[in-house]
């Protein structure tokens, strides 16, 4: 049918074809990717056609005191979040065609009337260039020691207005992590001649493992004169080094969520807790963005569609498949982190059901990535940082390409901020107007039930009233996650 390196290959193609605008300067700043792919299925079974639909770069968050009741601000940038808002977008306009009459290549008319539901083999997968932050990237350091997509934010990036405990939180970390420099000094001076490939991560040179066997670096050919006094020294270095690594994990810059547990802050593997929820870190300040590994376990329950169009559509839609790209991976971890905690919820209304998506992971890395970035680093280009813009680009007839930073398109004047010019085209409220576009033009008989007879104007009572909806997420959140953090009412009653 396909492999996840086709997949891989496909969205880093159509990232290249996009217009320069967003993307990040090469050798200098880093980016994540993400998309969702439409696979379509011949009738005779022998051709599968794959089509990016959605695709988003980013790795920002707005914090707490920057969001808006007027939903007009990209909350969170995160690639994961900006090619599924994307796809949302993507979806409303198949959805509007197919009333429309006018063809849609996505959905077919359902049983119940007003229903619309995904034409029979089509479906949709999931692309990540990295694995996704929070609880899937807390993995053994055995793979490539790459950072991971929240990284903690340093002590030198916290406002001045800071509170002195996020720094000492920082500082705290950075002490765990040193706790054990003072025995790899004298290894990583001996190791200065080897490989680029393996890279140093919290201050410890870890030697590139993987998940997978078929990765698994063989030990360096030897000169045929060296003695055996030589070769066995050097044999208790690289174990030394693999015991080394085992012994830590990667860290993820999400924090726990209120309220709950925390991590230990222990050196080594008991720094993180496993299974939590958490909330992407902001520049100083908290945010209200659960992590992407927490988003994708949600997906797998609710579906990527939202509670919007829930109402037209007379099931879910769910990703068959999450395929990462080359990036420090860990199987158990993804298997933990986006089905294991959600695979025992019960009593879901028709039209959902937990569907674990097959994970894969690609061997093709983004060009992009923070690693490739650092390895194309030339002395005179600066610090290497993460990119501060984020592209959206979705297969839409009208204005498919879509460039933000800090929440609002690319490039615009203070003037225009609070004004649609400012607006990104995913932000809530844009979401909101083409969904009324959407039931706009459906006529009144065949409106979906659930919006019959009903006086509702602000985007808050139109996601109220999707019932089924709101029952999967309630079951969701008292069976799985019931810490699950919820946006306050002030900031969802636009119109």
Request: net charge positive.
């Amino acid at each position: 049918m396909w492999t996840a390196d086709e997949i891989s290959q496909l969205c880093y193609q159509r990232f290249s074809e996009l217009p320069k605008r967003g993307k990040p300067e090469p050798g200098r700043e880093w980016t994540l990717l993400a998309a969702v792919v439409k696979c379509s299925v011949s009738r005779n079974q022998e051709k599968v056609e794959k089509e990016v639909v959605s695709l988003g770069t980013g790795t920002k968050c707005i914090g707490h005191s920057a969001m808006s009741s007027k939903g007009d601000v990209l909350n969170d940038s995160h690639a994961e979040v900006i090619a599924r808002r994307g796809c949302i977008r993507y979806l409303t306009e198949q959805l509007r065609m197919a009333v429309c009459g006018q063809g849609s290549t996505v959905f077919c008319q359902g049983e119940e009337r007003g229903k619309w539901k995904v034409q029979s083999g089509v479906s949709f997968l999931f692309f990540t260039s990295h694995t996704p932050c929070g609880d899937a990237s807390i993995i053994p350091m055995t793979t490539d020691s790459q950072s991971q997509p929240c990284p903690p934010i340093r002590s030198e990036e916290i406002i001045p207005n800071g509170t002195n405990e996020k720094a000492e939180r920082v500082n705290l970390k950075r002490s765990a992590e040193t706790q054990t420099d003072g025995i790899n000094k004298r290894l990583r001076l001996e190791e200065q001649e080897k490989s680029e490939d393996e890279l140093k991560c919290g201050g410890n040179l870890v030697v590139n493992l993987t998940d997978n066997p078929a990765q698994t670096p063989t030990e360096s050919p030897r000169p045929e004169g060296e003695n055996a006094l030589t070769n066995m020294v050097l044999k208790q270095r690289d174990n030394a080094l693999t015991q080394q690594a085992l012994q830590d994990i990667h860290r993820t810059g999400a924090k726990c969520v209120p309220g709950g547990p925390e991590d230990p802050l222990q050196p080594g593997l008991r720094y993180h807790s496993t299974g939590l929820l958490r909330v992407k870190p902001g520049r100083g300040e908290p945010t209200l963005s659960l992590s992407c590994s927490d988003k994708l376990a949600r997906w797998a329950v609710l579906g990527f569609q939202g509670a919007l169009l829930s109402h037209y559509l007379q099931g879910a839609v769910y990703f068959s498949a999450i395929v990462v790209g080359r990036c420090p991976y860990s199987h158990q971890a993804m298997q933990r982190a986006l089905i294991t905690r959600c695979s025992e919820v019960t009593a879901l209304p028709a039209g959902f059901t937990v569907q674990p998506p097959e994970l894969l992971q690609s061997s093709l890395e983004f060009a992009h990535s923070q690693a490739q970035t650092e390895h194309n680093h030339q002395p005179g280009q600066g610090r290497v940082s993460p990119c501060g813009a984020a592209i959206s680009w979705c297969a839409v007839l009208d204005q498919p390409l879509d460039v933000t930073a800090n929440g609002y398109k690319h490039g615009v004047t203070k003037k225009a901020l609070g004004t649609s010019k400012a607006r990104s085209l995913i932000c809530k409220v844009e979401l909101f107007h083409s969904f009324l576009s959407l039931l706009a033009v459906t006529d009144k008989s065949h409106l979906p039930e659930s919006l019959r007879g009903k006086e509702l104007q602000t985007y808050w009572d139109y996601k109220q009233v999707a019932q089924s909806y709101q029952q999967a997420s309630l079951q969701l959140r008292s069976q799985a996650f019931p810490l699950w953090l919820r946006s306050d009412r002030g900031l969802l009653q636009f119109h």
